[in-house]
């Protein structure tokens, strides 16, 4: 193998499991409860744009990794998880700290996750 395939390979894996941790982080939050606080009307409104954009930035990011998946289409699925991300995280009057540092450790253990399976699948496809 290539050195320059090599980096440009690990950098593709990186690059697909920083864009899946951010765009999990509302999962988290929705798993440990945070929508319980928000009315009916606003779980209708927030969470299947969401769904819609996590499973597209799945479908990119995840998919394929040689693939470049469309900078504007992955623009605004991750513009979509951001602004989803600042509306739940309010979810129980937090201060700016307590909810930063909870983005990023959610972000964190996701990461990992994804870097994990990433390398994995791309380990798997490359054999």
Request: glycine share 4%; net charge positive.
């Amino acid at each position: 193998m290539n050195v320059s395939t090599f980096f440009s390979f690990n950098q593709n894996v990186f690059f697909n499991a920083v864009v899946m941790s951010i765009a999990c982080i509302p999962t988290c939050y929705i798993l440990i409860g945070a929508l319980t606080g928000f009315s009916d009307v606003f779980k209708v409104v927030i969470v299947p744009p969401y769904i819609l954009s996590l499973f597209i930035l799945c479908m990119l990011h995840v998919s394929n990794f040689s693939y470049q998946p469309k900078p504007i289409i992955s623009g605004v699925c991750l513009t979509v998880t951001l602004f989803v991300t600042y509306l739940i995280s309010d979810f129980n009057l937090q201060s700016i700290y307590e909810r930063v540092f909870l983005v990023m450790g959610m972000a964190f253990s996701m990461f990992s996750f994804w870097i994990l399976l990433l390398a994995y699948l791309a380990r798997k496809k490359r054999v």
